[in-house]
């Protein structure tokens, strides 16, 4: 029979676990929900403006970084 080809993480190519993402970039994708979620019962913003401190911010680790890239291109979907 024919087998299916593993799914690659949309960001790096990666096999993927869970969703379109390898797990490197999920783990980052789960932070980036978390830091999200903490920042909005502080601050009034939106989850796009989230993404947008988050990439431009010095102190963002490449993983999580990555990730709010490919959610503000369309690539991962936001919040779910």
């Known amino acids: 029979g024919l087998i299916a080809p593993a799914s690659k993480c949309v960001i790096c190519g990666r096999q993927a676990l869970s969703g379109n993402m390898c797990?490197?970039?999920?783990?980052?994708?789960?932070?980036l929900k978390?830091?999200?979620?903490e920042w909005?019962?502080?601050?009034?913003?939106?989850?796009?403006d989230y993404l947008k401190r988050v990439v431009k911010s010095k102190s963002t680790g490449k993983w999580v970084k990555e990730v709010a890239e490919a959610v503000l291109r369309g690539d991962v979907l936001g919040l779910d």
């Open 23 to 31: 797990r490197y970039h999920y783990e980052a994708y789960k932070r």
């Open 34 to 37: 978390e830091g999200y979620l």
């Open 40 to 48: 909005s019962r502080r601050e009034d913003v939106s989850f796009q």
